[in-house]
């Protein structure tokens, strides 16, 4: 499975959007990038997931470089109940494709 | 609300014993995947099922079995539990086996071993 690397934490104020990066230069053109958020040690929690393009949904924004090799989510107004650990996770396309979770970017947001 | 039901929510047991979790995935949902999360290994895959049959292994002790069963609930048994057992253990649920569904958490099972 590609690895990917992210900035183990991040700051963002309540109402500006939090951008979260995540490097995965070795993704290969079948695998999909998943985004995860664990509050506390409630369940990781879906966000979103993309293959190629951008994709959007109620509660965020993934945007994929053209290359693949990064992609960025995006909260578009944090608030204090967005802080977490997030999960920027590749996954294979084929049957029996498991999640593997790494550390992932602890977020904080403040007033 | 993920539509993941684990139970117990939380389990206090002694070394040596055997504890049963159980686990009903979201309505539609026919794979069932099993995860432990403890303070120093973070999320860790177990073990996975599609539609009763078992279809990924991970790091799953031979202490540990799981099972799917007709009516799609899972359960995961540990036995001959040890102190280092103590963790969090989340079960997840997706439509099919491919990347392209995303799986989806319950609120997991505190286990602590003493």
């Known amino acids: 499975d590609a690895k990917t690397t992210q900035p183990p934490s991040m700051d963002c104020a309540e109402g500006r959007a939090a951008n979260l990066p995540c490097n995965h230069s070795?993704?290969?053109?079948?695998?999909?990038v998943y985004w995860y958020r664990q509050i506390h040690s409630q369940g990781p929690q879906y966000i979103i997931h993309?293959?190629?393009n951008n994709e959007t949904n109620e509660m965020a924004s993934l945007i994929i470089t053209e290359d693949r090799k990064s992609s960025t989510l995006i909260l578009p107004h944090a608030t204090l109940r967005d802080t977490a650990v997030y999960y920027c996770?590749?996954?294979?396309?084929?049957?029996?494709?498991?999640?593997?979770f790494g550390t992932g970017t602890r977020l904080q947001v403040t007033l | 609300d993920s539509g993941v039901t684990q139970t117990p929510k939380h389990l206090i047991t002694a070394t040596g014993q055997r504890v049963t979790l159980r686990c009903s995935p979201r309505?539609?949902?026919?794979?069932v995947y099993w995860y432990q999360q403890s303070l120093d290994q973070g999320l860790q895959f177990l073990i996975q099922?599609?539609?009763?049959?078992?279809?990924a292994k991970g790091n799953i002790l031979e202490r540990f079995s799981a099972q799917q069963f007709p009516d799609l609930h899972s359960e995961l048994n540990l036995s001959s539990l040890e102190l280092g057992d103590s963790a969090l253990y989340f079960c997840?649920?997706?439509?099919?086996?491919?990347?392209?569904?995303?799986?989806?958490f319950g609120n997991g099972t505190r286990l602590t071993v003493t």
């Open positions: 997840a649920s997706s439509v099919g086996t491919g990347g392209e569904s995303p799986l989806h």
């Open positions: 070795t993704i290969s053109g079948n695998e999909y």
């Open positions: 993309g293959l190629k």
């Open positions: 996770i590749v996954r294979p396309s084929g049957t029996a494709s498991k999640l593997t």
């Open positions: 309505s539609g949902d026919l794979s």
């Open positions: 099922y599609y539609n009763g049959e078992e279809r």
